[in-house]
């Protein structure tokens, strides 16, 4: 199934992170680790039950990082699928928790909820007919049948998106399917995180990393040989390096930075998420990779307390 894989972000405080994204938006947190790459900050997944590709919003917090600006070559909206009769309830909801939001709009035939997280990332609801049938993870109070069900779309903001919209297409499987305005849609077959639009903005400001800004966009491959297959052809095809192969534990990913500059990842489904801990206890405990736990003392002596509802 192609599609997003994951997003990862960049906020300030990992413990309001926590908050909004389990008490305020009912994501499930599937893995508190680190980023393997800088080990004294916190690596926090968020998801479904068990955290199925396409339903997995990652952060780093960088609580001193400066605010980020979006802007050309980045991600500028990650958008979530909840049931069509269901947006009523989020702006409800969005009302009573203070949540910075707009009035809902139409967006190639569906209804759109903007609003941003605590550090101003720009993220929406979308309202899918037929969603309610689909499996949603639901523990705290909000009612299942109102609950996220994973990646509707990403938008990018780009120059110019042709080289771009040629690497989703060739590479990742997705097809144009329409546009309004400046912005085109591109879509691969599977529901969960299958849609790409690209907002075509020339003559914008370049984007800016900080608090609020999306780090990267991660696209599935099945395994590692269909992962080496998609890399060949971002090479070969596209003219376009990429980096070896890393393994992130619970999942193997290979990097890029697509022509219109944003950084792309390609990340494999397997192993999950339940590879170093049951579905009943994931995000509980601090897990780190093997290489990392003989630091294991130096690591948590610097990483703020996070405790997690049992």
Known sequence: ???????????????????????????????????????????????????????????????????????????????????????????HRFLERGVAHEQPIKRFGETTLAFADPDGLRMALVAVAGSEVEPAWSAGDIPREHAIRGFHSVMLMLEDGARTAAVLTDVFGF??????????????????????????????????????????????????????????????NHGVQTTERKDRHYFRSIYFREPGGTLFEIATDQPGFTVDESPAVLGHALKLPQFLELRRKEIEAVLPPLEVAA
């Open 1 to 91: 199934m192609a599609g997003v894989h994951h997003v990862t972000a960049i906020c300030g405080r990992a413990e309001r992170n926590l908050a909004f994204y389990t008490h305020v938006l009912g994501l499930r947190l599937v893995k508190k680790t680190v980023n393997f790459d800088d080990p004294g900050t916190y690596h926090l997944y968020y998801g479904d039950e068990v955290g199925h590709p396409g339903t997995i919003l990652t952060f780093f917090p960088w609580e001193y990082a400066p605010l980020g600006r979006a802007g050309i070559g980045q991600a500028e909206q990650i958008m979530f699928r909840v049931p069509a009769s269901a947006l009523g309830y989020w702006m």
């Open 175 to 236: 097809a144009q399917v329409g546009r309004e305005g400046s912005v085109h849609r591109l879509r691969a077959k599977g529901a969960i995180g299958g849609i790409v639009d690209i907002h075509e903005a020339g003559g914008f400001l370049p984007a800016a990393m900080g608090r609020g800004a999306v780090h990267h966009i991660a696209f599935r491959a099945a395994d590692d040989g269909a992962q080496a297959e998609l890399a060949r052809k971002v090479r070969d």
